[in-house]
Structures are given as C-alpha cells and as structure tokens.
C-alpha cells in the first residue's frame, strides 16, 4: 500500500503545499498532478463537480504520485464516506465550529476503534495501489483528516477543536473567517481581528502538536505563512492560476479586458 506523503511530511513537521481544484474535469486534475504540487483538493462544497467526476480526478491524481483530497460538501458522514471510499486520500471538512463537530468528521473518517467508517468499496484500493485487506488493516494510519477553522465560533472553541484526537491539520479559511467577523472577504487581511485569530490558531496547533494550514494566492504569503510556522498550504485554484495568466497575457496584448482575474 502507498504511504500518504503528505501525512508523513506533516508528521514530520515539513510544510505541505497544495492548490485547489475548482474545475469538474478529471483531465486538468491529471494535468495539474503534474506540476509538483504535494497535494490537490477536488473542491465538492462551491462546484458542480459529482462525486463521479471526483472518484476519476483521485485516480488520475494518484496515479501521478500526487496526493489526492477532497473538500466535501458538508461535514456529514455520508459525504466524508463516499469521497474516502471512492478514492481520496484525505478529506478536508468546512465550517467545524465546534469539538463535537471536529469528532464527528473524525469518526466518519476513520475504522473501528478509532472511527465508525463502514467497510465497503473497491477504488480506495485502486488509488492506493493496494488490496482490500491491507486498505482495511492500514487506512487509519494513511488517511488526513483536515478540518476548517473559518468562522468565529471555530475560533472561540479553538483549543477544544485542535486537542480532537483524530485530527491531522487545522486549516483556515480567510474568507469565511472575514466574513463571519462581518468583514470583506479576502485572502489577506492586516484587519486586528483576523490577525489575532490567526494568530490564536497557530498558537493552539502549536500547543496541541497538530500542524497549522491556510488558504493564500501569493507565494510571498504562502512563504510567511510557513515562516510563522504553518505547514499545510493551499496556494489559490487551478482557475485562479489560469485565469490570472490568461489576463497577464491579455494586459500584455493590450486587449480590452475589464473584469479583474479571480483569485480562487
């Protein structure tokens, strides 16, 4: 059976850094594997992809020696079981804004004794280059559970949520985060409120000895990001990156081109 890269860089204590994937196409997720990116994240919470179209993205991305992740729609078990047992190799769970939520994405993720996840599927082995048995025997070792510190209640109960055993990242979503503060949202803020969340997160990872992960669009920020300590990166999306070029180019040209490039 494989080994979950990424889960052994972060036990490690090494950064981990990944992009998302916001495009409901298995061909630009084999494309994107390429790239030398630790991880991707097939985004299943703001697409229309389905969960088809993300059992063919972790194939494809597994099979690049890339790690695949899934943002799923919901912290709910049916959706946490579907992407595990059609091929990811992680999950990353939004809004867990409490330490019962944070233990409930863990039990949907993880095998008996650790979890209530039930036995079942045939792609999770495909992925992980293994048979039933071994997936079985070893999933609990392998599998990254990642949950979203993005709202303010997340923070008020962050040293609840990051001592959860089971819990292998705590990653920040800025923009929710801004937006539940009642702010604009955004990638990066200098705002005094969202600094000293961020900062309370890193500092009960820290405590907690579970690494720290955040959303950025910048590689200067994403190099901050990993000199404050964070470990888990997300840099922007697969759009982002293309759309960003695409209007380079176009300003490049002179072309008229009016709409700002999104970030995400």
Known sequence: MQTNLVRAKLKRGEPAIGTWLVLPDPFAARMMADTGFDWLTVELEH????????????????AAGCVPLARVPWNTGENIKRVLDTGAWGIVVPMVNSRAEAEAAVKAARYQPLGQRSIGGQLHTATFATDGATYYARANDEILVVIMAEHVDAIAHIDAIVSTPGVDVVFIGPNDLLNSMGKPPAFHSDDPQFTAAIAKVLDACKRHKVPAGIHVVDPAIARQRIAEGFQFI???????MMLGKAAELVKELGLN????????
Do not use: D, H, R
């Open 47 to 62: 697409t229309p992809t389905s969960f088809e179209t993300a059992a063919l993205s972790f194939l494809n991305i597994a």
């Open 234 to 240: 997300a840099l922007g999306s697969e759009a982002g």
């Open 257 to 264: 081109f009016s709409k700002a490039a999104i970030k995400y």
